[in-house]
């Protein structure tokens, strides 16, 4: 579990955002009072538990729209739920910060794992990235989502379904790694 501030590695500043993951793997670790945040912990607790069979749903579609003859092939993948990660995301309202040159609430990315289920209150997502245009109403209002992010198995080999070998053949673990290095570099 953590709190953090990404930060856009061609940009100028960070995101304009906050962050908090939770994994089933991290849950010990410490959580805001239930003084201070009612039902936090309990809630993504819950809402975690609910994403994992839409998530493994959403993979059984997934193998079938590829043909692939085992219907749960990404399911067994994909079967650690300590991979998966619920993320907490918060954009401040712009009337609440002093926006710097290029900044923007989400800078462009392509997500690391298998799939990705966002949950939002309000548009904005655009191809990976959250601009800082639109309306003043729009700039005004804070933006709150939660994001599950499913990750296929530490040793699950990521390799090209036509055996060309295009991309050499990775575990999940290293290519995780290499990205999380990467981002946080
Ligand atoms: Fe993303």
Redesign the pocket.
């Known amino acids: 579990m953590k709190v953090c501030h990404m930060i856009g590695v061609d940009l100028p500043d960070g995101d304009l955002k906050e962050s908090f993951n939770y994994t089933s793997a991290t849950e010990d670790n410490d959580w805001p009072t239930e003084s201070a945040c009612p039902g936090f912990k309990t809630t993504n607790k819950d809402f975690f538990e609910l994403c994992v069979p839409l998530h493994n749903r959403v993979l059984e579609v997934m193998a079938h729209g590829l043909n692939i003859e085992d219907p749960l092939f990404f399911v067994k993948r994909h079967a650690q739920p300590s991979r998966a990660c619920l993320r907490s995301l918060f954009y401040p309202s712009l009337d609440d910060v002093t926006v710097k040159d290029q900044q923007v609430r989400?800078s462009e990315?392509?997500?690391y794992g298998g799939i990705?289920m966002?949950f939002h209150q309000v548009p904005g997502?655009e191809r990976?990235r959250v601009f800082l245009d639109g309306t003043p109403a729009e700039r005004s209002q804070s933006r709150q989502s939660i994001?599950f992010f499913g990750n296929p198995n530490e040793e699950a080999v990521i390799d090209c379904t036509d055996n060309s070998n295009k991309y050499p053949p990775i575990t999940c673990r290293d290519y995780l790694d290499q990205k999380y290095s990467a981002t946080h570099q």
Do not use: F, I, P
Request: hydrophobic share 35%; proline share 0%.
């Open positions: 989400c990315h392509s997500d990705t966002l997502l990976h994001v």
